[in-house]
Nanobody, 123 residues
C-alpha cells in the first residue's frame, strides 16, 4: 500500500505560479509511474500530466502543455508539478496518483491516490 500526500495548493492570481508536491510513503516509489489529475466542480477527473518511473518520459494534457512541468525525485519518493501562467480554468482539486508500470491517462488505471489539494486561480 502506497500512501500519497499532496501539498502546495492555494489561491493565486491569473498568470501566477504554484508548485505542487506529492510525497509517497513507499521507498520503492521508483517502481511506480506518477500522474497528476484534476477535478473541477461538476466535471470529471481529468489527466493533467504523467511521468515515467525513471523520470525520463513525461506526458501532458494539451490544455497545460508548455505551462506545466512534471518532475520527480526518486531519492525523496516525491513527484512535483510546477504550474506557470495559471488561468482561471485551471481551478480544481489536484490529485496525485501512482500505478505500477507505465503512464496512462485513464484515472481508473491508477492504484493509489492522494487526498487532493485545492488550486484556485482568480481572474
Amino acid at each position: 500500500q502506497v500512501r500519497l500526500v499532496e501539498s502546495g495548493g492555494g489561491l493565486v492570481q491569473a498568470g501566477g505560479s504554484l508548485r505542487l508536491s506529492c510525497a509517497a510513503s513507499d521507498r520503492t516509489f521508483s517502481n511506480y509511474a506518477g500522474g497528476w489529475f484534476r477535478q473541477a466542480p461538476g466535471k470529471e477527473r481529468e489527466f493533467v500530466a504523467g511521468i515515467s518511473r525513471s523520470g525520463g518520459s513525461t506526458y501532458y494534457a494539451d490544455s497545460v502543455k508548455g505551462r506545466f512541468t512534471i518532475s520527480r525525485d526518486n531519492a525523496r519518493s516525491t513527484v512535483f508539478l510546477q504550474m506557470n501562467s495559471l488561468k482561471p480554468e485551471d481551478t480544481a482539486v489536484y490529485y496525485c496518483a501512482a500505478r505500477w508500470g507505465i503512464v496512462v491517462v485513464t484515472a481508473l488505471e491508477y492504484d493509489y491516490w492522494g487526498q487532493g489539494t485545492q488550486v484556485t486561480v482568480s481572474s
